[in-house]
């Protein structure tokens, strides 16, 4: 069975352009994260997905991050304008639910460099 | 507000040795806890994931206890080896929400 699938591994941008970063769950998964993770940091949860409705995206900054889970499958992480402080990794994990009894799964990030 | 804090931050041992991984956190309502391990330039790989009702949860050389009294949890890795080498996380659901908090991990190397 297939991971956590992210894309891309790698993006390097100038400050204030946009960028996007996809997620694909693993099949049958109905919790969607996203996570920030700065270097020699635990990951901090941006957004969390139920389907395909952002339950908890109180870690989110509103004016420059927007998301979305369309057909509460696969998930779309946007950042416009980027700035040098968005330079980390962005992770993606899923897992049945989120009633807490089931374990996350993570895919491999994507690492962000804002020049 | 829920924080988890892991001791050491870093640990370098000789393969062979058996050692253990501190996780602490402040608020002892958790729905549970989950051990991950992270290599570098990957995303976790979850190990043990051990429910509120339980003590200990065990994976061939691992074995993660849990003491929701004292805020505390414990990743004891048997007979180490360099492949074992990597930076360990734990984190926790606090009871009433969703959401993992995550510790700053311990960065493991174990020295062939």
């Known amino acids: 069975e297939a991971g956590v699938v992210q894309s891309p591994r790698y993006k390097i941008i100038e400050k204030k352009q946009p960028v996007a970063f996809w997620c694909n769950p693993i099949?049958?998964?109905?919790?969607l994260y996203w996570y920030l993770q700065n270097l020699g940091q635990g990951p901090e949860l941006l957004i969390r997905?139920?389907?395909?409705?952002?339950?908890?995206d109180s870690q989110l900054p509103k004016d420059r991050f927007s998301a979305e889970r369309l057909k509460g499958v696969d998930s779309t992480l946007k950042i416009q304008p980027a700035e040098l402080g968005d330079s980390a990794v962005y992770l993606c994990?899923?897992?049945?639910?989120?009633?807490?009894?089931?374990?996350?799964?993570f895919g491999p990030g994507t690492r962000l460099t804002v020049t | 507000k829920q924080e988890v804090t892991q001791i050491p931050a870093a640990l370098s041992v000789p393969e062979g040795e058996n050692l253990v991984l501190n996780c602490s956190f402040t608020?002892?309502?958790?729905?549970?806890l989950q051990w991950f391990r992270q290599d570098p330039g990957k995303g976790l790989t979850s190990l043990l994931l051990?429910?509120?009702?339980?003590r200990e949860q065990t994976s061939g050389r691992l074995n993660a206890s849990l003491d929701k009294s004292s805020g505390r949890s414990t990743l004891y890795i048997a007979a180490s080896q360099p492949g074992d080498s990597a930076t360990y996380l734990c984190?926790?659901?606090?009871?009433?929400?969703?959401?993992?908090?995550f510790g700053t991990g311990t960065r493991l190397k174990v020295l062939a």
């Open positions: 994990a899923s897992s049945l639910d989120s009633a807490g009894d089931h374990e996350q799964y």
């Open positions: 099949s049958g998964h109905n919790t």
């Open positions: 997905y139920e389907n395909e409705e952002a339950v908890d």
């Open positions: 608020d002892s309502a958790i729905y549970n």
């Open positions: 051990i429910q509120s009702s339980q």
């Open positions: 984190a926790v659901v606090t009871s009433g929400t969703y959401k993992y908090i």
